[in-house]
């Protein structure tokens, strides 16, 4: 079988570059260890993925957006603040608003298993693209383009492979594309709460000396009550504790950080316990092979970029794809990519981590600084919409 571009990992990234590439009239074939649908999760699991405003578009293009079973929770204000758990939020916030970019929401919030139905349906719903899982590959790649071959004896030729297998990624260790990591001794616990109050669509970022606390609004649920997703680190060795804890002493603590403002909480469904670490890939391209996703950076979650980060390069790397005539994997397209990248990898990375430095401390000096700086670019329209835009990939 032969392919214009083979795809592995189907992951949010991998699986929304190949519906692209294939609603595109591009041949791909995707293939995954796993099969996929397991993935579809038929309850909520706690689990939901922050879409930024910028990597939508991809996701409308794949034909993946309209095909979302369940709402999308819009996000149309963003409130920053520090402080400690516990005690009240600092007087001195920083406060985004759609409204001051022209009223369309900066991001949405969408459940995990509602964006793996739609992209599962989708990439079984193109002609030109053909899904192999569960199933193993061993790549050969040579100046002419890649052979394939999977464990169920089938072979494919591609001009293209696009790893997307996440930070661990054989095909970029193959390559000897080697990357820079580090661990933050830090964790991040993941779930979901039900509140007697509405969120009004606006997100909580808030800053502990442990780590961030987010609070991100979801669509109502099935039964119509509340929703919010919490994206919460703390040290490595706090947060195994914390999730040993019953439900209901979990709910107590995430309520501890979150404040009153959404009124009683409770729990809905698992909880999610992630080690966190960042890494920095040195070249995202090798001989007829481009990386994507977390196999071409890992970044921490305190601004919750991770998967935009990789939309933003499956938007990259499909737009130079998609040029008229272009070889998918020719050396001079590879370059172009690798540069169209890089600045956005290392700005998220460096941007990420000082944020983590800054604020994951109880040094009272720097808490001190970072107060002011939050009250001072409240007052600063101009930063505060550059920030917006970043945050939102536009």
């Not at 909520?44 to 990597?55: L, N, P, T, V």
């Not at 007697?196 to 979801?218: K, S």
């Amino acid at each position: 079988m032969a392919c214009d571009v083979c795809v592995i990992g189907a992951g949010p990234v991998g699986a929304a570059l190949a519906c692209r590439l294939g609603a595109a009239g591009m041949s791909v074939a995707i293939i995954d260890r796993a099969p996929l649908p397991p993935m579809e999760h038929p309850d909520f699991d706690g689990r939901a993925y922050a879409i930024a405003a910028g990597s939508r578009p991809l996701l409308e293009d794949a034909g993946v957006w309209d095909r979302l079973p369940l709402p999308a929770g819009p996000i149309e204000q963003i409130r920053v603040s520090d402080g400690r758990p516990g005690r009240p939020a600092s007087p001195l916030f920083l406060h985004f608003d759609h409204a001051d970019l022209g009223g369309a929401p900066l991001g949405w919030m969408v459940e995990a298993r509602s964006l793996r139905v739609a992209l599962n349906a989708r990439l079984h719903d193109i002609p030109d693209v053909t899904v192999h899982a569960p199933a193993e590959a061993v790549v050969e790649r040579s100046p002419a383009g890649a052979t394939i071959r999977l464990s169920d004896g089938t072979t494919l030729q591609a001009r293209l492979v696009v790893a997307a297998e996440g930070r661990a990624s054989p095909q970029r260790r193959a390559a000897g594309l080697s990357a820079t990591g580090w661990a933050y001794r830090q964790a991040g616990m993941v779930c979901a709460i039900a509140h007697t109050l509405p969120h009004h669509n606006t997100a909580l970022e808030h800053f502990l000396p442990a780590g961030p606390f987010a609070q991100l609004p979801m669509a109502p649920g099935e039964a119509g009550e509340h929703l919010s997703a919490i994206v919460w680190t703390d040290a490595a060795a706090r947060a195994q504790r914390l999730m040993a804890l019953d439900d209901a002493a979990y709910g107590a603590e995430v309520a501890r950080r979150l404040g009153p403002h959404l009124g009683d909480i409770r729990l809905v469904g698992r909880r999610w316990l992630y080690p966190l670490s960042a890494m920095y890939v040195h070249a995202i391209t090798a001989e007829r092979l481009a990386l994507v996703g977390d196999a071409a950076h890992g970044i921490h979650p305190i601004a919750g970029q991770g998967l935009n980060l990789g939309l933003r390069d499956a938007i990259a790397l499909s737009d130079l794809l998609l040029e008229p005539g272009a070889d998918p994997g020719d050396p001079a397209l590879l370059k172009r990519y690798q540069r169209a990248r890089r600045l956005d990898h290392v700005s998220m990375l460096l941007a990420t981590d000082g944020l983590d430095r800054l604020f994951s401390t109880a040094n009272p000096l720097v808490r001190a600084a970072r107060v002011l700086g939050i009250g001072a670019v409240q007052r600063m329209p101009r930063l505060k919409r550059a920030f917006m835009r970043q945050a939102m990939g536009i």
